[in-house]
């Protein structure tokens, strides 16, 4: 049986480069392609290839938010192609990932492909490998992390500086931006864990604040605190987070 | 819109700073000094008593002394504001000396009064009889010998303060002459450091690369006409005669050959649309300026969400300034406000720009109310680059 490769790329003639490098060799087929970060992310997930050809910059989420959506459920074996990008090349240079650097010759190509292949089959360790890269994306951000909102028959990437406030809602997440809200599938403490370095902090069990959203903290008697918002909005402070709010208010 | 120039705010006017001033004195300092140079005449006087004529009651060189410095002190003010009303210079000292001589007369004997005064109240007071002062003219002229060194002394030593202040106010105009320098000398580091960063980036050159890699399979002559593009972009960002502002014509061959470039790399997605009259070629904008901004056009584009990228672009020129339109149809930016600071690449621009025209330029985003990014830039049109047109 062949196995079955997506290519994700925004740009049609190195999409059209990788289809011409696979259509030469018998043990590939073309699963699928896609332009953009959540057109990737959607058709890995329905396709589901063995081999991912995977562009680092892309609209519309870049390689690495697709792979982050894309590997829980899914797990290909992965060759990053990318024409310049230092920070990711020295991520793939510690995990010893394959990439490609545009342009490739076919020789590179299939060499690649042939290493993939061969890590197809042993599985295990690729996986660790990729687990240690999107920990270390999740550690160091490169820019400020992209959350993933999925709403009845679309997908889009709702940037951190968007969300005024997230708040629990039971399994969900319900993510506040000025205009609406958008309801994620992830816990609240998930959510915290992705969004502290990008100056969010909990203020209460079930409220998340982005902190450039405040507008003023008022204290009320009994050392009660809500939070009021640039867009009116007020949120209750819970006692254990105030102190913890006042830090990072600080900082 | 801001095209004219920053005005320049003058210092607060005020009046004018003496060469000596009141406050430029430790008064505290001072009646501690004259304080204690009476009780040191005091000790002198006991003392030349006892080696003179016996041993006397400590209270009388004590009275005389202290009356003395004190009647002394009030009246250092006034010899402070004679010299600093009338101050001796090179040029008036023939009629200021002798001024200033005339009123250390006046002030000795307002002096010689004072201590008298003083004396005979004192003397009152604690029933110690008649304080006799002996011959009135002998006593003005003995005390006069005296005022006379005080009144020059104390001019020595408002030299001194004048001097120490001046060499203070030297040394802090130093300082703070030295902390502009090296803040202009950073801001050229930086200026010189966005000129090189402006070159064509490397992101830019390996995609188009890749790309003439993959149309060389399909169609060579395409191939080998992008090629000569991609040369003639990095002919121009090689030259090192290029300083920080180019020709429009310059610029239009180099943005001409990166559209070329886009085009061929996202095809039909893309349709980039530049219109400048043919008068305005000659005049001076930042160099990559607007291949910055349509490459942020192209970058920020949502594809398939907002269709194919169009981008417009519009120059114009009203009277003094050029103006440089960046319209197209992304997502165009939620927070506006917050987006200049933000953005790398229009931040850059910024910096850019406030180090070529300093505050002499606009630079404008707004949502087009049918969507997209509307980039609005106008520079000053330079006089040497631009004849007005007959």
């Known amino acids: 049986m062949k196995v079955r490769a997506f290519i994700a790329d925004d740009e049609p003639p190195a999409r059209s480069k990788i289809r011409r490098f696979l259509g030469s060799r018998d043990d590939l087929e073309l699963a699928g392609e896609a332009g953009d970060g959540v057109t990737a992310i959607e058709g890995i997930l329905e396709l589901r290839p063995d081999l991912l050809f995977l562009d680092i910059q892309m609209p519309r989420g870049d390689g690495f938010d697709v792979l982050r959506e894309v590997y829980a459920r899914h797990k290909p074996a992965v060759i990053f192609t990318t024409a310049y990008d230092q920070y990711a090349m020295r991520a793939f240079e510690v995990e010893a990932l394959d990439y490609l650097l545009k342009p490739f010759t076919a020789e590179r190509f299939h060499a690649a492909v042939d290493r993939a292949l061969r890590s197809l089959g042993a599985g295990g360790a690729a996986d660790a490998k990729m687990a240690r890269l999107l920990q270390e994306l999740a550690a160091n951000p490169v820019r400020p992390p992209r959350i993933l909102v999925r709403e009845n028959d679309r997908m889009f990437f709702l940037k951190a500086g968007e969300i005024e406030w997230a708040e629990a809602e039971e399994k969900y997440v319900l993510l506040h931006t000025r205009e609406r809200h958008h309801l994620v599938r992830e816990s609240l403490s998930a959510l915290e864990g992705r969004l502290s370095r990008a100056g969010f902090v909990r203020i209460h069990r079930s409220h998340l604040l982005n902190l450039e959203a405040l507008q003023e903290l008022v204290t009320l008697g009994r050392g009660d605190c809500i939070a009021v918002l640039r867009s009116g909005t007020r949120l209750n402070v819970g006692r254990n987070y105030k102190d913890g709010l006042l830090q990072a208010m600080s900082r | 819109m801001n ?221 080998d006409h992008m090629l000569a593009a991609l040369s003639r972009m990095l002919r121009m960002s090689l030259d090192e005669t290029v300083g920080p502002r180019v020709p429009l014509r310059r610029e239009l061959e180099f943005v001409n050959a990166a559209v070329e470039l886009i085009r061929g790399r996202f095809q039909d997605q893309v349709d980039i649309d530049i219109r400048c009259p043919s008068g305005l070629l000659d005049l001076e904008v930042p160099s990559m300026a607007l291949h910055t901004l349509i490459e942020n056009a192209v970058k920020h584009h949502r594809r398939d969400q907002d269709g194919p990228v169009r981008v417009s672009v519009r120059i114009e020129r009203t009277g003094a300034a050029l103006h440089l339109h960046v319209l197209d149809n992304g997502p165009g930016i939620p927070d506006l406000a917050g987006a200049v600071g933000k953005g790398v690449g229009l931040a850059n621009t910024r910096q850019r720009l406030e180090a070529l025209y300093d505050a002499n330029f606009t630079f404008e985003l707004a949502n087009r109310p049918e969507g997209g990014l509307h980039v609005h830039l106008a520079i000053p049109v330079r006089p040497e680059s631009a004849p007005q047109p007959a």
């Open chain 2, 3 to 223: 095209l004219l120039p920053r005005s320049c705010g003058a210092e607060a006017p005020g009046h004018p700073r003496r060469w000596i001033e009141l406050s430029d004195l430790n008064w505290p300092l001072v009646f501690l000094f004259y304080t204690v140079a009476g009780l040191i005449y005091t000790g002198s006087d006991f003392t030349f008593h006892l080696a003179e004529t016996g041993p006397e009651p400590y209270y009388y060189p004590l009275i005389m002394e202290m009356t003395g410095h004190y009647t002394l002190f009030a009246l250092v003010p006034l010899i402070v504001l004679g010299f600093s009303w009338l101050p001796i210079r090179r040029t008036n000292w023939f009629w200021a000396v002798p001024v200033h001589l005339l009123i250390s007369v006046v002030l000795g004997a307002t002096h010689t009064v004072l201590m008298l005064l003083s004396r005979q109240a004192i003397y009152g007071l604690f029933g110690l009889g008649r304080y006799g002062f002996g011959q009135t003219g002998y006593r003005f002229l003995m005390e006069y010998h005296k005022q006379f060194l005080h009144y020059w002394l104390f001019y020595v030593v408002l030299r001194a303060i004048a001097y120490y202040r001046q060499a203070r106010e030297r040394e802090r105009a130093a300082s703070a002459l030295e902390l502009k320098t090296s803040e202009l000398r950073r801001q050229l580091d930086q200026a010189r450091l966005l000129a090189l960063t402006s070159q064509l980036n490397p992101h830019f050159l390996f995609n188009t690369l890749n790309m003439v890699s993959s149309v060389m399979y399909e169609d060579v002559d395409r191939a």
